[in-house]
């Protein structure tokens, strides 16, 4: 295996659109070396564009002279590619979710950490500047004790067949969520619609009860008329508001808002936060050469997609039991 970055070399399993933008961010980085789909014609495309090799899932994961692998295909194929990835000695970034079932991640976490292989999973806004500042701005105390946080992650397009919108669109939230609040919910309540009609549902809200008394929402669509992505953090001295929606200057901001005994409101303006613009795809891709170069434990591992899975689970039982009830 590789011993300096430079000597790294990555294989993009899946040449869809986030296949696509992986070999963009790994080239740029100088590790792309192969890209690998189930069709011929796409991965010859893309590899042209790279001028890099193509070929297969399996002759990728059976080529030695690749280190590492990023699997950007559906979630079904998730644990069989990572899996046989891992048997052959590969470091593996893994597209959310990890895999659709816990016993799955649970195996490939423990072949990872047997054969001493990084295994990390895309949680991209884990690595926006915008979320790295606000969880400093956290962890620093400027918000003071947190009481309540938002998320609403809605637009319109991106209509999955294998995995509904709390799957496919609330794993960013919950580990923004879990990385905020450092710890996990006691309570965790949902609802989800199918608007549509049929399955899988298009929209779903999952409120989150922490120990510490802390409160989340999380609202996920993909039938939304207009795009939303922001996350908003209540605390006793201050509040703040992740919005990735908004130019750089406005991303991040944050409001001294008080609320007196008397319960009136003094509203502070809103401060924007500066921030070090850069893209949170090749933010974590770098990350991912990092982890495997120095041996360091990845922000997103298996650990923390676990995590993640394990709150999502609990919410989609909770959304069957509201299902139950509102049956006549």
Request: charged content about 25%.
């Amino acid at each position: 295996m590789g011993t300096g970055r430079e000597r790294l070399s990555v294989a993009i399993i899946g040449c869809g659109a986030w296949g696509a933008n992986l070999a963009r961010c790994f080239a740029e980085l100088g590790a792309l070396k192969a890209v690998a789909d189930r069709s011929a014609n796409r991965a010859t495309v893309l590899a042209a564009k790279h001028d890099c090799a193509d070929g297969t899932p399996e002759s990728v994961i059976l080529d030695p002279a690749i280190d590492a692998l990023a699997v950007a295909t559906p979630p079904s194929s998730h644990y069989a590619l990572a899996a046989a990835g891992l048997e052959r000695g590969k470091h593996v970034l893994v597209e959310k979710p990890l895999t659709l079932h816990r016993p799955e991640s649970e195996a490939l976490a423990r072949d990872a950490e047997a054969r001493g292989r990084v295994l990390m999973v895309g949680h991209i806004l884990r690595y926006h500047p915008a979320f790295e500042a606000l969880l400093h701005l956290v962890r620093d105390g400027a918000l003071g004790e947190l009481r309540r946080i938002h998320a609403s992650r809605l637009n319109l397009g991106a209509i999955r067949r294998e995995e509904d919108a709390l799957w496919c669109l609330a794993p960013h939230d919950v580990s923004m969520i879990l990385a905020l609040a450092g710890e996990m919910p006691e309570h965790v309540e949902g609802f989800d619609e199918k608007v549509l009609g049929r399955e899988p549902a298009d929209a779903a809200a999952v409120r989150l009860g922490f120990p510490s008394g802390l409160s989340a929402m999380i609202q996920v669509s993909w039938l939304h008329p207009v795009k939303e992505h922001r996350l908003s953090v209540i605390g006793s001295k201050a509040m703040a508001v992740f919005d990735d929606t908004k130019p750089w200057e406005e991303k991040l901001v944050l409001c001294r808002h008080q609320i007196g005994d008397d319960l009136a409101i003094a509203r502070g303006d809103p401060e924007p936060v500066p921030l070090e613009p850069g893209e949170p795809l090749k933010a974590e891709c770098r990350h991912f050469l990092d982890s495997i170069t120095t041996g360091a434990t990845p922000l997103t591992d298996a650990r923390e997609a676990l995590a993640v899975m394990d709150v999502l689970a609990r919410a989609e039982a909770a959304i069957r039991e509201t299902r139950t009830a509102l049956v006549p």
